[in-house]
């Protein structure tokens, strides 16, 4: 299964520069790095980074970030994964722009 991480343009530019990351701002304050399925993405987006022009997504697989990554309820309820370790630029499936066209963000159509 793929999980995905929206970063701002500076948060991505210190994560590919750096190889590692804690996260971003708000990962650091909750103590684990946020991550979204496909079906929650968008409303992450539209949630935490609404308006927001300089964004790219990554993409994870879940089955390869291990023990470290959790499940659990939050918005909604609905269980989202939490990575409570370092996160690793080698460890990246993708990464691409994230638009924001006409008030939302355009995620790519084969996200799944």
Known sequence: MLIYKIFRADEWAAFESQGETLGAPIDLSDGFIHFST???AAETAAKHFADATDLMLLAYS???L???LKWEVSRGNALFPHLYR?????EMLWV???PLVDGIHQFPADLA
């Open 86 to 90: 370092p996160l690793k630029l080698s």
């Open 96 to 98: 691409k722009p994230l």
């Open 38 to 40: 496909a079906e929650q």
């Open 62 to 64: 879940a089955d390869t």
């Open 66 to 68: 291990g023990e470290a």
